[in-house]
């Protein structure tokens, strides 16, 4: 039996861990639109860069053109902690399911934060204390990244403003605790601590917030405030490149049994789990060497890419931040309060949004209620509580899986499971009790959104 040649666990050895990230835009022709000004409609310089960003994370932000970065030996010591992840062979879930499939899962939910968020917040909280700044503010939605961070601000001894979106702070209480408990300080958003909260708050009374108008909050904070910047936990290039980890330990482990994988799914809010995960199989694909089927997953309830358009955008609801190209239903997009807090983002990665452009992935949307069946399919068989966001790849998992049935072909199939979901358990019961629903955005809502796009030709 094939159980008894591959493992059901592909472990690394600490010493072949990734020593370097993989920077995927060096090997892309069309290489991602740059960060432009708002004001002047210029791409955004380093000088520029320099009141929000550490010095070093604007220098990745802005690298087209290196392919490998070496990981500073104490970002490699801290990821010994919880690394490198293990890649699963779901011979349970493939049992079930009767495919002759083969599906494995990288797990990134064996740490406290419960995601794969710590392999950039470590990153990030490394390059703010060799800077010597005092600390570091940010947004949290789910609350998984503002989780990350506070760890990484306690191991480097860095002072953590966190404002997380409000809806979040009042379903999610456990997970403001947990970042107390690592020193963040934690404050619903908006608030009336910033200039753009209170103008918020004023034009749109009651408002549940989103990571747009957490993001403008706490860049306010980091560039009023001195000996602080500002750190976000997806969307960049910087992020993308640290969370290169994944795809890299991915590849060594399938490298190791001579597996090659057809199908890569993964879920897509900021693009930042999707794009660590696929960088070093689509930096083959750039160079020719290798050919793999892609998949973006996103919830219909915020289809960036499935229903959003190619165009320069602001990252935040208070247009205070540079404009990214990316697909995108518009800044002002208050996505319905759906339980996949973390791909509740208007937008996307400027470097997937360019290879999605260029054909190099695909994108599908799946809607709450089935991305929560297939959660629940998989915690029976493989035992893990998945998060709702990584459910929504779970969700695509299995129906390739079950296509697989059909055609009889065996496939393989890799997708990311990016997190535990201890913290999203009102979502369960909502689920459980028959109270979830599956709001989609209408063409007019979206419409309405994107015509409010800044004009940039
Ligand atoms: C934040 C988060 C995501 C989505 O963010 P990306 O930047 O798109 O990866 C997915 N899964 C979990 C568990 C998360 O915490």
Partial sequence: MSNEKIPY???????????????VRADMKNKPAPLLNPGTLQPMTAEELAPVFCDELVKQELDDTTPYIAIP??????????RPSPLVRAYCLEKKLGTPAKIYYKFEGNNTSGSHKLNSAIAQAYYAKKQGLKGVTTETGAGQWGTALSMACSYFDLDCKVYMVKVSYEQKPFRREVMRTYGASVTPSPSTETEIGKKILADHPGTTGSLGCAISEAVEVATKTEGYRYVLGSVLNQVLLHQSVIGLETKAALDKIGEKADIIIGCAGGGSNLGGLISPFVGQMLRGEADYRIIAVEPASCPSFTRGKYAYDFCDTGMVCPLA?????????????NHAGGLRYHGMSSTLSQLYDDGFIEATSVKQTEVFEAAEYFARVEGILPAPESSHAIKVAIDEAKKCIETGEEKTIVFGLTGTGYFDMFAYEKFHDGKMDDYIPTDAEIAESLSKLPKVD
């Avoid at 030996?73 to 919880?82: D, G, L, P, V």
């Avoid at 190209?325 to 309060?337: D, E, H, N, Q, R």
């Fill in 9 to 23: 666990k592909i472990y690394l050895e600490e010493n072949e861990m990734p020593k370097e990230w993989y920077n």
């Fill in 73 to 82: 030996e104490e970002i490699r010591n801290f990821y010994k902690m919880y």
């Fill in 325 to 337: 190209k990316m697909y995108t239903l518009g800044s002002g997009f208050i996505p319905a309060p």
